[in-house]
């Protein structure tokens, strides 16, 4: 009998034993859009029907386990509260300056208003189809910034970081707003059925906050927001960009259904860390092996994070990143097809 790609993504972050291993892209919004020549803004044009089309006609081609929508749009949420964005043509929006100035600003701020923003809710619709099309046999998922990140781009980076040391209630409070802020996003990817969601938070990596500052102002928000998300019934993928070798511990507790990592982060290493405790994800490196490399570099990679997991029931393998819209197709086929044949013993 075969096994769905759906089950196999349940199974994994359940522990149980796989007859596969599993492997999915993280992300892929932008990559899947350009290649139908669409950037992030034009692609919300189109509608909400053609906008699943197109993701689940490209996962025909690239059969990834999960197949995530609304992923490059993380700062609509922002725009959505009156922030101010700037799309590019390749690439996720840039925020163009703080949405909160003063902390005294989040009073006026309603994180619940993002649900009436039109662009969000063609995000939201295409996903319905999405899983109305797919669902039964594919994991659909959306991802979001994380609290520490959101924080950073609704307050400032410099702002954030300099209160850490200076006012911590102030950090605490913005952080509260974002956490707020992430869970309204997603709710409304909940209520259209997603079963996975992914807190992406680059800005809480050990290239940027030390172990003690992610347990005091990071980690909290992230359990938080997965309490609340894992009620829901929904799986809950975190991903932190960079070295986080010295805080896999803290994350093995996070509650998370797995954690993604970067190619930074040894997965031998993180196979012993998350050993008997939860599924993990990662790494191939997402420009020099998977945009950079040709198919036979790609299949290499993915045998060596295959081996270094220790092809155990716990793994998947996972660009360790969101991938660049240049990434050629062969390569994403090359990883999925060397990862589905290797039979895990």
Same mark, same amino acid.
């Given at each position: 009998?075969?096994?769905?790609? =759906?089950?196999?993504?349940?199974?994994?972050?359940? $522990? =149980?034993?796989?007859?596969?291993?599993?492997?999915?892209? $993280?992300?892929?919004?932008? /990559?899947?859009?350009?290649?139908?020549?669409?950037?992030?803004?034009n692609a919300l044009k189109i509608g909400p029907e053609k906008f699943a089309e197109i993701i689940e006609e490209t996962n025909k081609i690239v059969q990834s386990d999960i197949v995530w929508i609304g992923s490059g749009y993380h700062n609509l949420a922002i725009a959505a509260l009156g922030g101010k964005i700037k799309y590019r043509e390749k690439g996720t929006p840039d925020i163009l300056e #703080?949405? +909160?100035?003063?902390? !005294?600003?989040?009073?006026? $701020?309603?994180?619940?208003? +993002?649900?009436?923003?039109?662009?969000?809710?063609?995000? /939201?619709?295409? !996903? #319905?189809?999405?899983?109305?099309?797919?669902?039964?046999?594919?994991?659909?998922? #959306? !991802?979001?910034?994380?609290? *520490?990140?959101?924080?950073? $781009? @609704?307050?400032g980076v410099e702002n954030l970081m300099r209160n850490i040391y200076k006012d911590k209630q102030v950090v605490h409070a913005v952080l509260e707003f974002a956490t707020e802020v992430c869970y309204q996003y997603f709710e409304s990817f909940i209520d259209a059925g997603v079963g996975i969601l992914s807190i992406a938070d680059p800005s809480a990596s050990g290239d940027m906050i030390s172990k003690s500052q992610f347990n005091e102002f990071s980690l909290p928000y992230i359990k938080k927001l997965i309490n609340r998300i894992k009620e829901r019934g929904v799986l809950v993928c975190v991903h932190i960009c960079g070295n +986080?070798?010295?805080? @896999?511990? @803290? @994350?093995?507790? #996070?509650?998370?259904? *797995?954690i993604s990592l970067d190619y930074k982060v040894d997965l031998s290493v993180a196979a012993e860390v998350f050993k008997d405790k939860m599924a993990f994800s990662g790494n191939m490196n997402p420009v020099s092996i998977m945009q950079f490399s040709d198919t036979k570099g790609v299949k290499n990679a993915c045998i060596d994070c295959i081996e270094k997991s220790g092809a155990k029931s716990n793994y998947i393998v996972m660009p360790g990143c969101d991938i660049p819209p240049a990434v050629p197709v062969e390569n994403i086929i090359a990883m999925v097809e060397t990862a589905r044949n290797h039979i895990n013993n």
């Open positions: 009998m075969t096994i769905s790609s =759906k089950q196999i993504i349940l199974d994994v972050v359940n $522990l =149980k034993e796989t007859p596969r291993t599993p492997v999915a892209l $993280l992300s892929g919004g932008a /990559w899947t859009l350009n290649r139908k020549g669409l950037t992030l803004e #703080s949405l +909160i100035k003063n902390v !005294s600003d989040i009073e006026t $701020l309603n994180p619940s208003n +993002i649900k009436e923003d039109e662009n969000l809710k063609v995000l /939201w619709q295409a !996903s #319905s189809y999405l899983v109305n099309n797919i669902g039964q046999e594919t994991l659909v998922g #959306s !991802s979001q910034w994380g609290p *520490f990140t959101l924080a950073g $781009l @609704l307050y +986080i070798t010295n805080r @896999l511990d @803290l @994350l093995a507790e #996070s509650g998370a259904s *797995f």
